[in-house]
């Protein structure tokens, strides 16, 4: 949040509201932008990004789909292709399983076996985490899951200032954008929402670039790196640790593809201590993944072990103990922290 | 609707291209996997599916299609390609993998895009259909000309993504036609173990759209009810499917033993391969004499040529060109 452009600004704006303004921006001077998706017109989106948008835009540009994600998906690479630039709503990311095929094997995959000359201008705007007690088909991350798979870039914002930002950058880019809104971070009352995301945002239309983590808190003694819920667990326990006289670094990756490893290994290098938070499932996923990249670079910038602090291989249960049990929170961060910091 | 002289020329130059195509891939293709077949090695390795037996539904349907409309087909697709006006040169190099291929070797013989005339296809079954909805949503929405095609299988009916397209092209009146090409055979299923009707146009009703069947893999007819769905698409009235019933003479990709057959269907499949008819009638109604018939063949045979020595001298991409062109 280093990057704020006012903060005399004291105009403050949920997630959703955010990208909300976002697309209205790109669609007022960009004929070509248009969203389509389930619930996504008079309802304005079952997590209110797209609120007020059809009452502006009408039901043409604007346009609620069947509940058939491999068609409108589908649809969506061929009118991309074919010079539109659709914004397409999944509502869940859990339900990837009925339309994957669009997704990385069109949408992904069409600019290179193209040879580049064919592009893919699409947003995918998906829901992701849990916490709410949705159970393991509506509660899922799978950040991994996506970015693993060439050919799409993957942002995760954890703030509506970074929302709104990289929404207008993700419509205004060439290439298929799978935009991961945390459900936690969007406040929508009913759900609860993290307070530390709405934040100001300005009314004028600006860009967050791909590719550029941000630090937003500095620290000596450990970096502790998140995305999305992540960071704001990251945050708390940094305060925590504080209490504890010990100064952490907070790194918000914000896009996963193209990820930002200097960012985080410039940190590292300073604070000599990682711990990676991830609301994603531990194994072959986000967390192993940045640890990698830093022992790949440079093993002797570590002091300690590092740790990951990320949802354990099971399914999501439902019951609340059970799943509050599985979620990363502060202070398991903490935790991880104390089995290192002596180091 | 009758295809008129000119239309016939051009559709049967167009299934001798195609025709003539196929049997030289299919003669490099072998080159390198003999005495063992191996699809890894020679010229052309990896899977290569032929469409030969199945040209008038590319012709037939392609007639009414200019470099603006948009076909989408299928992992089956030089037929299509070819009366779609794809570069031949670059698609005879796209499918040996060099350099000057329309993808520069990324894409292969299932993944063959030209921009030029708005032409895609996909190796995965039904998967182009959505993106052919898309494309008329495209047109539809920002006024601009135009229709899609989405050529598919008879297998690919059974998909999810089959029904999912038919709604919603159906739901949003786009201009968009499906064209199904019944070859009988989901590699070695035949189409009656698999498909809960005899002919999908009747599922067309499941979605308010017309069907229609075309029976015979005649071109004449084909052309017939494809002009009658395509202006229908133009006019603005929405999608339609076809069901053409049509023949794979060759196997679902070549190295396919083909054990699954009937004995004696490949003989009475040839016995009524399309393009000795579709010449025999045209000579018979006077728009085609022998010597026309030879100096097509030979315009045909020319070009083939010409697109095979494209690709055969054409340099192969610097192994480290992989690593490029994931975003644009």
């Known amino acids: 949040m280093s990057e704020k452009v006012s903060t005399t600004n004291e105009r403050r704006l949920t997630i959703a509201r955010a990208m909300a303004e976002a697309i209205a921006q790109e669609m007022r001077v960009d004929e070509r932008v248009f969203v389509m998706g389930e619930d996504i017109g008079g309802l304005g989106g079952v997590f209110g990004n797209t609120r007020g948008l059809i009452e502006e835009f009408g039901k043409e540009r604007i346009r609620d789909t069947p509940i058939s994600e491999t068609g409108f998906i589908g649809a969506a690479v061929g009118a991309a292709s074919d010079g539109m630039r659709p914004v397409v709503e999944l509502m869940f990311v859990d339900f990837f399983g009925v339309c994957m095929d669009a997704i990385y094997n069109l949408m992904a995959k069409n600019t290179y076996f193209s040879g580049g000359?064919?592009?893919?201008?699409?947003?995918?705007?998906?829901?992701?985490?849990?916490?709410?007690?949705?159970?393991?088909?509506?509660?899922?991350?799978?950040y991994g899951t996506f970015a693993h798979l060439p050919g799409m870039k993957v942002v995760a914002p954890s703030n509506a200032y970074d929302a709104k930002g990289m929404m207008t950058a993700a419509i205004r880019d060439e290439n298929p954008v799978v935009f991961m809104y945390h459900k936690g971070l969007q406040g929508m009352g009913w759900l609860g929402t993290e307070a530390g995301a709405t934040v100001n945002v300005p009314e004028e239309s600006y860009e967050v670039p791909f590719g550029k983590a941000a630090v937003v808190r500095e620290g000596t003694d450990v970096t502790i790196?998140?995305?999305?819920?992540?960071?704001?667990?990251?945050?708390?326990?940094?305060?925590?640790?504080?209490?504890?006289?010990?100064?952490?670094?907070?790194?918000?990756?914000?896009?996963?593809?193209?990820?930002?490893?200097?960012?985080?290994?410039?940190?590292?290098?300073?604070?000599g201590r990682l711990i990676v938070v991830d609301e994603d499932y531990h194994s072959f996923g986000v967390s192993g993944e940045i640890i990698a990249s830093v022992c790949e670079r440079d093993l002797s910038v570590l002091k300690a072990a590092p740790r990951r602090v990320a949802y354990p291989d099971v399914p999501i249960p439902f019951s609340r103990p059970m799943e509050q049990f599985c979620l990363p929170n502060p202070d398991k961060i903490v935790a991880a922290f104390d089995t290192i910091g002596g180091a | 609707m009758q295809p008129n002289r000119e239309q016939?020329?051009?559709?049967?130059?167009?299934?001798?291209?195609?025709?003539?195509?196929?049997?030289?891939?299919?003669?490099?293709?072998?080159?390198?996997?003999?005495?063992?077949?191996?699809?890894?090695?020679?010229?052309?390795?990896?899977?290569?599916?032929?469409?030969?037996?199945?040209?008038?539904?590319?012709?037939?349907?392609?007639?009414?299609?200019?470099?603006?409309?948009?076909?989408?087909?299928?992992?089956?697709?030089?037929?299509?390609?070819?009366?779609?006006?794809?570069?031949?040169?670059?698609?005879?190099?796209?499918?040996?993998?060099?350099?000057?291929?329309?993808?520069?070797?990324?894409?292969?013989?299932?993944?063959?895009?030209?921009?030029?005339?708005?032409?895609?296809?996909s190796g995965i079954i039904a998967?182009?259909?959505?993106?052919?909805?898309?494309?008329?949503?495209?047109?539809?929405?920002?006024?601009?000309?135009?229709?899609?095609?989405?050529?598919?299988?008879?297998g690919a009916a059974n998909q999810g993504a089959f029904h999912e397209a038919l709604n919603l092209a159906s739901v949003w009146k786009l201009p968009v036609v499906f064209v199904i090409e019944d070859n009988a055979w989901g590699i070695s299923v035949p189409k009656a173990d698999a498909t809960a009707v005899p002919r999908n146009d009747v599922r067309a009703a499941g979605y308010g759209m017309p069907g229609v069947h075309v029976a015979g893999n005649d071109p004449f007819a084909i052309f017939a009810a494809a002009g009658e769905a395509i202006a229908r698409a133009r006019a603005g009235q929405g999608p339609t499917l076809i069901e053409i019933e049509t023949s794979r003479l060759a196997g679902h990709f070549m190295g396919d033993a083909e054990g699954y057959r009937p004995k004696g269907e490949k003989e009475a499949l040839f016995a009524r391969d399309p393009i000795p008819r579709m010449r025999d009638r045209m000579i018979a109604e006077g728009n085609l004499t022998a010597e026309g018939d030879a100096e097509i063949a030979a315009r045909a045979q020319a070009r083939v040529d010409a697109a095979i020595a494209f690709a055969r001298a054409s340099d192969y991409p610097a192994a480290e060109e992989a690593l490029e062109r994931v975003f644009a």
């Open chain 2, 127 to 154: 998967q182009g259909m959505g993106p052919a909805v898309g494309a008329a949503l495209s047109r539809k929405m920002s006024n601009r000309e135009g229709v899609a095609v989405a050529f598919l299988g008879e």
């Open chain 1, 117 to 142: 000359n064919v592009k893919v201008p699409l947003v995918l705007m998906t829901s992701t985490g849990g916490g709410y007690s949705d159970a393991g088909q509506h509660s899922q991350c799978l």
């Open chain 2, 8 to 121: 016939q020329l051009w559709m049967y130059e167009h299934m001798l291209v195609s025709r003539y195509f196929e049997e030289a891939i299919e003669k490099i293709y072998l080159e390198g996997k003999t005495p063992a077949f191996n699809m890894a090695n020679g010229p052309i390795p990896g899977e290569m599916h032929l469409s030969n037996g199945q040209e008038p539904c590319a012709v037939g349907v392609c007639a009414h299609l200019d470099a603006g409309d948009i076909a989408t087909s299928t992992h089956r697709p030089h037929h299509v390609a070819i009366a779609k006006g794809v570069d031949l040169d670059r698609m005879a190099a796209e499918i040996f993998g060099k350099k000057t291929g329309l993808s520069g070797g990324r894409g292969g013989h299932m993944h063959i895009f030209d921009p030029a005339v708005n032409f895609s296809c």
């Open chain 1, 225 to 271: 790196v998140g995305l999305a819920m992540g960071v704001h667990n990251a945050l708390k326990a940094a305060d925590l640790l504080a209490k504890k006289g010990v100064s952490a670094e907070v790194v918000d990756l914000r896009t996963l593809v193209p990820l930002d490893r200097d960012t985080v290994f410039e940190s590292v290098r300073k604070t």
